[in-house]
């Protein structure tokens, strides 16, 4: 997914139609688990609907600073971001929703924000609520690319270990597979030296060794 930058950009420059192609490209599963983490972190309940994780939309727009619901649901409708209703639902769906969420038994106008309305409101709000959010969106952000990038750098890393042994293995190869004579000592000192490893010698380079020792 591209940086909140590409998105902040689009939210003040207008840009319905990248904002709506920058939520499009919203991984599902990683929307959900960062839906989960940011309620966790910033107080705010969280249920899951038909494999989609929401919030409440009412109890959220508190959370993000709006002191009428409405105006979240304005702005969510500028950008046509979808937030479904409990009505929406078959009732064992609006059971299990009004029982995790701690709703009346009988409400039946709850509505819910998902993680690409908490996205916008959060990135282009300028309350107190929407500053943490986005903050915290932010860091996480930051905390994925830090993570990329240094797992890529460990892949690279050793990537080029296996570089450099393949080329040492072929290298001895070659170096054994040469006829006896002081090309080949040559090489094996070269070699041994470059490596630390010690490596069969020919009978011609035994012999002068001891009559040199």
Sequence with gaps: MDSLVKLEEALLEDNFKGVESYLAEIDRK???DCMRLM???LGFQTVEINGLVYAHLGRTSLVLGYTD??????LLRTYQIMTPQIGWFEEETRIKIRKELGLEARDGRATFIPYEGLLVAGMQGQTEGARKIKLYLLKMENAARVGIVTSGDRLRHEAHKVKVIE???NLAATV???PDGPFKDM??????ELTGKKLPRSAQMELIKREEA
């Design 69 to 74: 619901p409405s105006s979240l649901s304005q």
């Design 39 to 41: 309620g966790e972190a």
């Design 187 to 192: 090489a094996i000192e070269a070699l041994e």
């Design 176 to 178: 054994v597979r040469m």
């Design 30 to 32: 990683t929307a959900n």
């Design 167 to 169: 080329k040492r293995i």
